[in-house]
């Protein structure tokens, strides 16, 4: 049975969040509809509708926002029907720009902390990975380097990470991507191409990992729209002692997700020319550019 990786981006904006992070979910195909329907399911037990129908979607920003939590806590936590029917009048009234009462704010901002949780226990109750590799916003790359050809270090230790998943499974995978600006989606993907057709490396990956990413619109791929939350939450919560990896975080991320991320993270024993250590899912590359493209 194969694996699919989704894949999302955050902070390459480099305008406000501490780090670039480009990660996701890896879950077995097997599970990935149990998977999404409880996702689904999760949705309309929070927030009484199917967001979408709201012209919104679940992404760390929007569920996960430093206004969520202030709006969570201007209520006692309400009862299923009673938030459910508030969060219905909000985004009823966010689509007809009409202003939203106090209640409304709590309901919402209670619904969208709730269904985070549930995200992380639905990761782990199926079996999913968390993979993410973060690079400082500051990062620049070297004279000489061909950006437009070569990928990333952290983009090649998120592959690596994935090809020793699939090993351990002893499965193959796909990686599904969100489609942003179709010109750079090119670009990424004949960055991919040369790493997996031009490398020893990349051509002895392929044995596992299928080397051509399929791209999907985030609002109609709830595995995607997941994968936002878990880099959002690694953006502005995780941090690694020790690495360089020391920005500052928002506390309220960092005490409620940072254990939960640690949870599903990947965590595998590898072996890499001839040395056994163990890798997680979660990393950081202080200089992805640095000596060797690969």
């Known amino acids: 049975m194969s694996w699919l990786l989704f894949l999302d981006e955050s902070g390459h904006d480099h305008k406000t969040t501490p780090y670039e992070v480009r990660g996701g979910i890896a879950i077995s195909a097997g599970n990935l509809w149990p998977f999404v329907r409880a996702i689904k399911d999760a949705e309309r037990e929070f927030f009484g509708v199917q967001l979408h129908e709201f012209r919104t979607e679940l992404k760390g920003a929007r569920l996960l926002d430093k206004d969520r939590f202030t709006w969570a806590a201007q209520a006692s936590l309400m009862s299923d029907d009673n938030r459910q029917a508030l969060c219905r009048r909000f985004l009823t009234k966010g689509l007809e720009k009409k202003p939203q009462n106090r209640l409304e704010f709590a309901a919402y901002g209670q619904a969208s902390l709730a269904m985070a949780k549930r995200i992380f226990a639905l990761l782990e109750q199926y079996g999913a990975q968390v993979l993410a590799g ?66 020893q490396t990349g051509r002895e990956r392929t044995l596992r990992i299928v080397p051509t990413p399929f791209f999907v619109s985030s609002d109609m791929a709830y595995p995607v729209q997941v994968a936002d939350v878990c880099i959002y939450c690694v953006n502005w919560g995780y941090r690694l002692p020790k690495t360089g990896m020391d920005a500052p975080v928002r506390q309220e991320i960092a005490r409620e997700f940072s254990g939960l991320l640690g949870r599903v993270q990947l965590r595998i024993e590898a072996c890499k020319d001839g040395q056994e250590f163990l890798a997680w899912g979660i990393f950081y590359v202080p200089n992805p550019y640095g000596r060797g493209k690969w």
């Open 134 to 199: 973060a690079i400082s916003c500051a990062a620049k790359p070297e004279p000489g380097w061909e950006e437009e050809e070569y990928l990333r270090k952290d983009q090649v230790f998120l592959l690596e990470r994935y090809f020793y998943l699939l090993e351990r499974e002893q499965q193959h995978g796909l990686i599904v991507m969100d489609e942003t600006e179709k010109r750079e989606d090119r670009k990424f993907v004949r960055r991919l191409e040369r790493y997996f057709s031009d490398t």
